[in-house]
């Protein structure tokens, strides 16, 4: 039985073939051809909808990629430009006399200690126990000195930190230390016959040999008679906490620093004399 239709099907299948039944269908029935066509273009339809919609889920996400990418040149580049801008500021501003001197270009890196902020890591190796100045915008800004082979920045306000001052027109010298307040200096062992007045300026000496002379200091604010000296309280001209570049100033002629001790038969020890 099974056999047999079969047979009977495979027979008219090629009966229909033969006598092109199909197309006769077709062109007498019209509506089998609209259906076909309608269901060939709604497949047609989906896959393209299909196509696009992974089309565009491919393009979202290399766009979000592009787009993660592009904030972090972003980022790169506003960073580069604040430097360079700093760097701009320093070339701008900073008045170095024509002198043997080393001046290098230094950044902070961090602070040593969360609790002292005029005490900071530079990027900078040192070979030796000179002390050298520190500069920021054509002031003085502190002292670096080095621990084990780094150099450290005592910046302005720091206890450590002091290099030799001018006051005023007739240039009373003095020795910059750190005030009680933070946003303040203070200026020790000025003569007393020294001629000082509130609103005088403050330059380095040079003396020291730390700074050279000239260099912005501040202005006094408050002028005391001890006994044996005078002291200056200073309101400083720039605020060295905020700065996160500064120049660092050696003199390639500095001298011998020489420890006068007394022994026990106080004999004094050789000291060289100024040529």
């Known amino acids: 039985m099974r056999k047999f239709i079969f047979a009977f099907l495979f027979i008219l299948a090629g009966l229909s073939y033969l006598f092109k039944i199909d197309e006769l269908l077709v062109n007498k029935f019209t509506f089998f051809n609209d259906i076909k066509t309608s269901y060939i273009n709604k497949v047609i339809n ?32 506003a960073t ?43 990027d900078k190796k040192v070979e030796d126990d000179s002390i050298s100045g520190l ?7 502190g002292i670096v000195v080095n621990k084990n082979g780094q150099a450290v920045g005592l910046l302005n306000g720091n206890k450590d930190c002091s290099y030799a001052v001018y006051i005023g027109e007739g240039k009373a010298p003095g ?28 330059i380095t000496s040079g003396m020291d040999n730390i700074f050279f002379e000239g260099l912005k200091v501040g202005r006094v604010t408050e002028v005391s008679n001890l006994a044996d000296m005078k002291v200056a309280t200073v309101k ?10 500064f120049y660092t100033y050696k003199n390639s002629g500095q001298f011998t620093n020489y420890n006068l001790e007394k022994n026990n038969t106080n004999k004094k020890e050789d000291i060289p004399e100024d040529n």
């Open 175 to 202: 020795i910059i230390v750190a005030a009680d307040t933070q946003d303040e200096l203070q200026i020790k062992f000025i003569p007393i016959w020294a001629d000082i007045n509130k609103g005088d300026e403050v």
């Open 135 to 141: 500069i920021t915008d054509n002031y003085s800004a």
């Open 46 to 77: 989906i896959s393209t909808t299909i196509e696009k919609y992974f089309d565009q889920a491919n393009t979202i996400e290399k766009l979000k990629i592009e787009n993660g990418e592009l904030k972090e040149y972003k980022i790169l580049y």
């Open 236 to 245: 400083s001209y720039v605020n060295v906490l905020k700065k996160k570049y």
């Open 80 to 122: 580069a430009q604040n430097q360079l801008n700093a760097l701009k500021e320093f070339l701008a501003n900073v008045d170095i006399p024509e002198n043997k001197a080393k001046i290098e270009l230094v950044k902070v890196l961090s602070y040593i200690n969360y609790s002292d902020f005029t005490k900071v890591w530079l």
